[in-house]
């Protein structure tokens, strides 16, 4: 992704090109990133030879999952609806975890019959209610247990899962408990210690409490498991002041402190995968001016792309075609959605922008097209997927049929 005489592209293909065939907003993603990105994350972490399973929540797209599966990568599944479409992509059973803290009955039962890798249970009355199944259907089920280690992931607080006051996982004593009693369960096998502790960690020092605390924990277990099941959580640079999670530090403070008890690593990545491999193409429909401000009235909204107005997080926003002229007063970047809330960036020293121009929001592959909705019955964006020359579709526009 970049600029050419002063015109974005996305990889060969012009920006603007797009939008004479396909309407604005469009999701838009690069399959080159996208391989880059998997073929970092596999070298950085050969060493341990991991399980790398794709969280399926940061981007559900069907052809992009199909994609992911060609690299080798499993799935990380957290309902139903993911499970359902990790194994239509054709991804295999024994590389798909089931994690999150509400299975239902119904989930439950499925996975079961699915004979998928592991679930990653959260509470006594998951793990009761799994063994009620099991016994149901005579067979022995291979688990997880979701420690919370009480780490703090130094993100924002709505995606931090670690800390004892979060919903996520168990504490040391219960986990404890837990490992004692399935040591005589009949239905069930523990396989894994599982522990996620938030998203978007660009620092690797509570990783490192992390692995302290998940080493302290199985040596005092006494119990071996197959599976050390770290989660995802690795950020990405959305503002290019900071860098990414070094990788390769990750990798040595596991080896430190997780070699001893010869456990199988299962990653959980989404984002690092997925965030920065796509961007959002919208029109400027007004500008309206202000006293202070001038607000830029985009045809995209917090429908299109919740993260701004759910975490207060900032993508930048980038002109389709750059020019040498700026504005004199601040930008504000919002949505057309009847929300005060629905506001994108606050931009000073931007370009000077003309209405029905094309701007490019970035990085919006991982929570973008997984977080939207019909809200004040909008139509959800197309998505389309670029290699090379070639553009494909691989998700139609809505139209409003199908939402009356």
Known sequence: MKYIR????????????LTKKFQTPIYCYSYRKLKDNINTFKKNFKSLDPLICFAVKANANLKLLKEIKKFGL?????SLGELTKALKAGIQRKKIVFSGVGKTSEELNFAIDKKILLINAESKSEILEIERIAKNKKKIVNIGIRLNPNTDAKTLKQISTGK?????????????ELVKYLKNSKFIKLKCLSVHIGSQILSNQPYEKMLKVVDRIIQKSNYKFEFIDLG????????????NLDYKKYAFAIKKNL???NAKII?????????NTAILISKIIYIKYGSNKNFVILDAGMNDLMRPALYGAEHQIIPENKKSVFAKKTYEFVGPICESTDRFLTAKKFQKLSE???????????YGMSLSSNYNVRL????ILIKGYKINVIKKRQKLKDLI
């Open 6 to 17: 002063k015109n974005f592209f996305i990889e060969n293909v012009k920006v603007r090109n």
């Open 74 to 78: 499993g799935a990380d599944v957290v």
């Open 164 to 176: 004892k006051q979060d919903k996520f996982g168990l504490t040391e004593k219960y986990f404890l």
């Open 232 to 243: 995802g959580g690795m950020g990405i640079s959305y503002n290019k002041k900071v860098k």
């Open 259 to 261: 070699r001893k008890h």
């Open 267 to 275: 990653f959980e990545p989404g984002r690092s995968i997925i965030g």
């Open 356 to 366: 029905k121009d094309l701007i490019i929001i970035s990085d919006v592959g991982a």
């Open 380 to 383: 959800k964006p197309a998505e």
